[in-house]
């Protein structure tokens, strides 16, 4: 298949299958005789493996590692359990900081009651202030 194929079976850009030729995370493609790339279903399997594990947040090192260990399929899987293991560590730091943040957006939410914004106490606590504005005319 060419490159457009795959990028729609896929939901790539054909610019991002390029670039993952290029960094050696999707093997090259065959040239057809009028010199297109032609796409294999391994292709479609190995664009398939990495749009996945990006769409779970494994940056492009671990996408690496991952394929590498996957063509080792007698191999114990520990090595793929630490990857997972550190990866789930990264969203529960990540939960804990959106829900910090979702926590203290909705604590400024509650403390403002004000009708003005020279009032409002969300604007004060983003640390803007009357005394520290910049006037328009400066």
Wanted: hydrophobic fraction near 35%.
């Amino acid at each position: 298949m060419r490159i457009g194929e795959l990028a729609r079976a896929t939901g790539t850009k054909a610019e991002t299958i390029r670039y993952y030729e290029r960094e050696g995370i999707l093997p090259s493609a065959d040239r057809t005789d009028s010199n297109y790339r032609d796409y294999s279903a391994g292709h479609l399997a190995t664009l398939n493996f990495v749009r996945r594990a990006r769409e779970l947040g494994f940056n492009m090192a671990q996408v690496r590692e991952l394929l590498k260990l996957s063509d080792h399929e007698d191999n114990d899987c520990a090595d793929v359990d630490k990857l997972v293991k550190d990866q789930l560590v990264e969203v529960d730091r990540k939960i804990a900081d959106l829900t910090s943040l979702r926590d203290e957006l909705g604590q400024m939410l509650t403390s403002c009651q004000a009708d003005r914004i020279g009032d409002c106490r969300i604007v004060e606590s983003l640390g803007r202030t009357r005394k520290t504005q910049v006037s328009a005319g400066s």
